[in-house]
């Protein structure tokens, strides 16, 4: 599945329209509180730059709806000004995406300089996938780069619709894509054996694709987080007050069948009379919670052997959190399960969302093989899903 980098075109004084994901937090003044997805993307950024190509930079960043603050709220200039605090040169800023400012500005790079145009979202045509705004921003570009993972799943214009009207010019793809692809589709086609996942969260219905897929691949599955109580009401288990699936029993009943001993749910449970830090707690067997109690973490037994099955791996998935990883004492077994994933020897791929934010907090993200940039995009890819946005690609 490799494809053609950014880093193998000769760039020197052509234009490289490049797909980042500048979608990052910012508070109610406007100011960035977590500008990791623009670091991810200065390798790229330099590789073009520094080999005398002309930049062009286009993200989308939340949701705006058309009300009449989106301009300010989700603006892309923030991102624009951190980048040029990291990249220590002057960073140009378009006000509108495709219109006479990105124009104007964007005919007028020189080689070595960079432009970011605003939000993608503010034009209608973006999520629409449409072809005449696509054509728009295609026009800017003699080279197409995608460099945003977090949104390879989406059938936006920029992701699909550009690349196709610049069909006949280097479509390529960023160091940060080429990563992805790597260890969330290469890795886990031919992975290491043992093979061990550990799916968390709080929806089975949100996993089901990824555990019938990885079923036919891994050796192991360890399931917690909510998810795991829908196994255990499947099991004829009482599940007190937790978050459940009701609808999905049957479907859970079905994945344990198919799973067999391949899938190891948690012997124990840390419950809780409210949804607290300050709650009254017990550890319970599986199964076997109280009424008024809900489960909000795998119990120690359960963390345990986790991480026995974690240190024999070769290859480790993770994607999910065991429970609620925000709230101590019931981080206990994310934390658990993210030491054993850092202490391990195996090539380790922390899934985006939750897990990649466990993984930060808990301070082992440096310790870890590769940690996703997209959520719902490794989710997919997970589940054995092709992306239009990566198959118009030109192939290595």
């Given at each position: 599945m490799a494809k053609r980098s950014i880093d193998d075109v000769e760039v020197a004084s052509k234009t490289v329209l490049m797909r980042v994901d500048f979608n990052v937090p910012l508070d109610d003044h406007q100011q960035i509180t977590d500008d990791r997805r623009i670091r991810m993307a200065l390798p790229s950024i330099h590789?073009?730059?520094?080999?005398?190509?002309?930049?062009i930079l286009i993200?989308?960043?939340?949701?705006?709806?058309?009300?009449?603050?989106?301009?300010?709220?989700?603006?892309?200039?923030p991102a624009a000004q951190r980048l040029s605090k990291f990249l220590k040169r002057d960073v140009q800023f378009a006000a509108d995406t495709v219109g006479p400012d990105a124009v104007q500005k964007a005919a007028a790079l020189a080689a070595?300089?960079?432009?970011?145009?605003?939000?993608?979202?503010?034009?209608?045509?973006?999520k629409k996938g449409d072809p005449q705004f696509a054509a728009a921003l295609a026009e800017l570009g003699d080279i197409y780069c995608n460099n945003a993972f977090g949104t390879c799943h989406r059938q936006d214009a920029s992701m699909v619709a550009v690349p196709q009207a610049m069909a006949g010019?280097?479509?390529?793809?960023?160091?940060?894509?080429?990563?992805?692809?790597?260890?969330?589709?290469?890795v886990i086609s031919h992975p290491q054996r043992p093979f061990v996942a550990i799916l968390g969260g709080v929806k089975v219905s949100d996993k089901i694709n990824v555990i019938q897929n990885l079923l036919k691949i891994c050796d192991r599955i360890l399931i917690g987080g909510a998810m795991a109580y829908t196994f255990s009401l499947a099991r004829g288990g009482r599940v007190g007050n937790s978050k459940v699936e009701a609808d999905k029993v049957e479907l859970a009943e079905s994945l344990l069948n198919m799973g067999g001993d391949?899938?190891?749910?948690?012997?124990?449970?840390?419950?809780?009379?409210a949804f607290r830090a300050?709650?009254?707690?017990?550890?319970?067997?599986?199964?076997?919670?109280?009424?008024?109690?809900?489960?909000?973490?795998?119990?120690?037994?359960?963390?345990?052997r986790f991480a026995d099955q974690i240190k024999t791996a070769k290859t480790v998935v993770w994607n999910g959190p065991m429970g609620v990883f925000e709230m101590p004492p019931f981080d206990a077994g994310t934390k658990a399960v993210a030491q054993a994933i850092a202490q391990g020897d195996a090539?380790?791929?922390?899934?985006?969302?939750?897990?990649?934010?466990?993984?930060?907090?808990?301070g082992f993200a440096d310790q870890v093989t590769h940690v996703s940039t997209g959520g719902g995009?490794?989710?997919?890819?997970?589940?054995?899903?092709?992306?239009?946005?990566v198959e118009l690609l030109d192939d290595a």
């Open positions: 590789s073009v730059l520094d080999r005398g190509g002309k930049l993200s989308h960043l939340g949701r705006p709806s058309g009300a009449a603050d989106d301009a300010e709220k989700f603006s892309l200039r070595g300089e960079v432009l970011v145009v605003e939000n993608l979202r503010f034009e209608p045509g973006e010019k280097p479509r390529v793809v960023g160091s940060l894509v080429a990563k992805e692809i790597q260890y969330l589709s290469d391949k899938l190891l749910l948690p012997v124990d449970t840390h419950c809780g009379d300050d709650c009254n707690k017990q550890v319970v067997k599986a199964g076997q919670i109280p009424d008024g109690f809900e489960g909000l973490d795998i119990g120690p037994d359960t963390a345990a090539i380790s791929i922390i899934g985006g969302g939750d897990s990649a934010a466990a993984i930060e907090i808990l995009a490794s989710l997919e890819m997970l589940e054995g899903k092709k992306f239009a946005a």
